[in-house]
């Protein structure tokens, strides 16, 4: 059964430094991993969407890596701001034929950028 | 190209009464999932449709819940006889038609369910 884990579950920023998520997962055979941005009472923004294959995905001040052997993924900030405060939900799509729709959610890191 | 729709934002039930939460896939999505949010929990996998199909409702508690996803209209998730431990936020999402494995999800803004 995969379990998906997010370190820290909060963290408390100054505006300006750079930070990262951390995300691991227990199963590596995954389709793809996806990092979420979740405003409160909001529903789930996408934020980045790396395939199995890759290593990274940039966007902006946003950089994802993976590494699927080892079952981990990090999300960078750079330079943060106060509107980049919200809590930040990795989730992973797993191989095989019918549990391969589903994504599997850890519980978020709540990130707050102070000013 | 509006995304994925959901309606009610915000839903009070009382206990025992029936509640219908509807979800409209972007266009030209054919895949449907729903999750659920209970407070201070993670979101859980519930249901995954396809138009007039259930692919895999694993997710789905055994009693009370029921997900549709007709050939006209919306996905309909329906929860009979609601209980408190059903307030949660729910949740759908959307992918293309095959929903092949490199796409992502694209998620609705949700349905709010508060049972008094």
């Known amino acids: 059964k995969q379990e998906v884990t997010q370190i820290p579950a909060a963290l408390s920023v100054p505006e300006g430094e750079n930070l990262v998520l951390n995300c691991s997962f227990t199963d590596s055979a995954i389709y793809n991993l996806q990092w979420f941005r979740q405003d409160p009472g909001k529903g789930l923004t996408s934020l980045l969407l790396i395939q199995s294959s890759q290593r990274e995905q940039t966007s902006g001040r946003l950089n994802a890596s993976l590494d699927k052997s080892s079952g981990r993924s990090t999300l960078y900030i750079a330079a943060s701001q106060p509107g980049d405060s919200a809590t930040y939900l990795c989730a992973v799509r797993a191989g095989g034929e019918t549990s391969g729709s589903r994504l599997t959610f850890g519980e978020g890191t709540q990130l707050t950028v102070n000013p | 190209n509006a995304g994925v729709m959901q309606n009610p934002r915000h839903l009070v039930r009382r206990r025992g009464q029936e509640a219908r939460l509807r979800c409209s896939p972007m266009?030209?999505?054919?895949?449907v999932y729903w999750y659920r949010q209970l407070p201070e929990e993670g979101l859980k996998f519930m249901v995954y449709l396809q138009k007039e199909n259930i692919i895999d409702e694993s997710g789905m508690p055994k009693e009370r819940f029921s997900a549709e996803f007709p050939k006209e209209g919306p996905s309909i998730l329906r929860i009979q006889q609601v209980v408190r431990g059903d307030s949660a936020a729910y949740f759908c999402?959307?992918?293309?038609?095959?929903?092949?494995?490199?796409?992502?999800?694209?998620f609705g803004s949700g349905t709010r369910l508060t049972v008094v």
């Open positions: 266009k030209g999505h054919s895949h």
């Open positions: 999402a959307s992918s293309p038609l095959g929903g092949p494995p490199n796409y992502g999800y694209t």
